[in-house]
């Protein structure tokens, strides 16, 4: 009798192979904001594993002014990875500026030295 009674709860449990289906999500930075199906579920500060129904869900994930959506489609018992980093410009836009800085430095003549022009009269 107990062995019956095992025997239906493992098959209206799907079995001891059934698979959740998950949604494995990482996102950069850590301040970010991330919602699933419009529910917010955290940030990027750790990565985020969501059981979920099989099908579609939109993915949104929010930094200050921007913003990121996407829609994915996950099958009955798979494991889907997604991940999204914003990318972090100021670095980029410092860089830019050390290397104009640099280029205007080196065409200046150094202190002392005079411009001639050889076209000029002395």
């Known amino acids: 009798m107990v062995a019956l009674a095992l025997a239906v709860a493992l098959a209206l449990s799907g079995g001891p192979a059934a698979k959740k289906t998950q949604l494995k999500i ?14 917010k579920k955290g940030t990027g500060a750790k990565t985020h594993l969501l059981t979920v129904e099989p099908g579609r869900h939109n993915i949104r994930v929010v930094h200050h002014k921007d913003e990121h959506s996407e829609v994915v489609s996950i099958k009955k018992g798979e494991v889907k990875t997604w991940q999204w980093a914003f990318e972090d410009d100021r670095m980029d836009k410092k860089r830019a500026a050390e290397e104009a800085k640099q280029d205007e430095s080196e065409a200046k003549p150094e202190t002392g030295e005079e411009l001639k022009d050889p076209d000029l009269p002395k």
């Open 26 to 39: 990482e996102i950069k930075p850590a301040e970010a904001v991330l919602y699933v199906d419009g529910k």
